[in-house]
């Protein structure tokens, strides 16, 4: 909508003068166009709005006035109810919208974004309301109470939590949530995470851990349909047996990019060919036979540029007649002050080993 109105406001120029500008104003024109269409996508990406109506009464929502400051709004084209409260400035004037009459109960998402205020949801919030999404995002959210999303443990799929300030979440309720297809959590200061959270979640396909903690205790198992999981930059220190043994034949993508490990146990992943372990930029020194043979024989992709690599014996099993250094990522270097690539070593180097 804002681009719209100011690609109008340019067009408006007189073109005459548009062509008569030196070449160099033009580029000026440009830029600050491209900057600002820039600005209003990333924006859009981070907050979730794009273009939007406020909704009409006979579309579902309440009355506007009955739950201001929050929005009922659609997608153009969409019948979808969609809820903002990104301007709640209290829990009790949360409360209070939901308390109001809603002719339609069911949300595709509640949304708030940008909010300083609230910082406890709790239980019951909600209501009776449910939603299938659930996104907060650049808050100062400390707390989700138990059952705070009772009234949605049914409907949600999608649960995002980005760049705040959340201390806690109801793990324990996890199991409800039956049909969750992505959770993530991106920036935010939970003391821990129990992985088993997520067993058993049939529906799950994407789960992602970012700049959160470092206390990421037990397994990420029985998750059978997960495609993604990255728990990058969480300062983790190693990767333990059936760490990441989602038991998925569809899973694409291990992330652990930007941690500090040291140390990966045998048998810390799935091995399912075509995905990718991304595991640059942390402080790995060898890569053992035993924990990565298997991997790479079943045609996993290891990425792992960035580690101080030693480059010895250690890795003389990738050189042999199975050529298995061939399923590293390119751009894997060695630690020997030269920048060796790992698929340029001279297996001679191995002769003794």
């Known amino acids: 909508m804002c681009i719209n109105k100011m690609l109008f406001s340019v067009n408006r120029l007189h073109l005459y003068s548009l062509l008569r500008m030196p070449p160099y104003s033009l580029l000026i024109i440009v830029t600050i166009l491209n900057g600002f269409i820039h600005a209003t ?71 708030m974004n940008v909010n300083e205020y609230i910082k406890t949801l709790e ?53 409800d949530l039956k049909k969750l297809q992505s959770f993530q959590i991106v920036r935010n200061s939970l003391s821990f995470i129990h ?4 067993y ?8 992602v851990i970012r700049q959160t903690t470092a206390n990421i205790t037990g397994t990420f198992q029985n998750i059978p349909n997960l495609i993604n999981l990255e728990l990058r930059d969480n300062n983790l220190t190693s990767v333990p ?10 899973i694409k ?14 048998d810390a992943f799935d091995a399912v060919a075509g995905m990718s372990i991304d595991i640059h930029f942390n402080l790995l020194t060898e890569l053992p036979e035993s924990t990565w043979r298997p991997l790479l024989e079943a045609g996993v992709t290891v990425n792992a540029f960035g580690n101080p690599l030693l480059c010895g014996c250690d890795i003389a099993w990738m050189f042999d007649s199975a050529h298995l250094v061939n399923h590293m990522s390119y751009g894997t270097e060695c630690d020997d002050g030269n920048g060796t690539l790992i698929h340029n070593v001279d297996p001679s180097i191995f002769d003794n080993c």
């Open 41 to 111: 996508m990333t924006q859009t990406i981070q907050t979730g709005r794009f273009d939007e109506s406020i909704a009409p009464k006979e579309s579902g929502c309440p009355n506007a006035e009955d739950i201001m400051p929050c929005e009922c709004y659609t997608y153009p084209s969409q019948v979808e109810l969609r809820l903002r409260c990104d301007n709640v400035t209290s829990e009790d004037e949360l409360k209070h919208v939901f308390e109001a009459y809603f002719p339609n109960k069911n949300f595709k998402s509640f949304s």
């Open 123 to 175: 239980a019951g919030i909600f209501n009776d309301v449910t939603f299938e999404d659930i996104i907060i995002s650049y808050s100062r959210l400390e707390v989700i109470a138990t059952d705070a999303f009772n009234s949605s443990y049914n409907t949600i799929k999608t649960m995002n939590f980005l760049f705040s300030d959340l201390l806690h979440l109801p793990f324990v309720n996890f199991h």
């Open 195 to 198: 992985a088993e959270t997520f």
């Open 200 to 207: 058993g979640l049939d529906a799950l396909e994407m789960i």
């Open 241 to 250: 047996t059936h760490f990441c043994k989602t038991g998925s034949t569809n």
């Open 253 to 266: 993508k291990v992330d652990l990019a930007f941690n500090r490990i040291s140390e990966v146990a045998d």
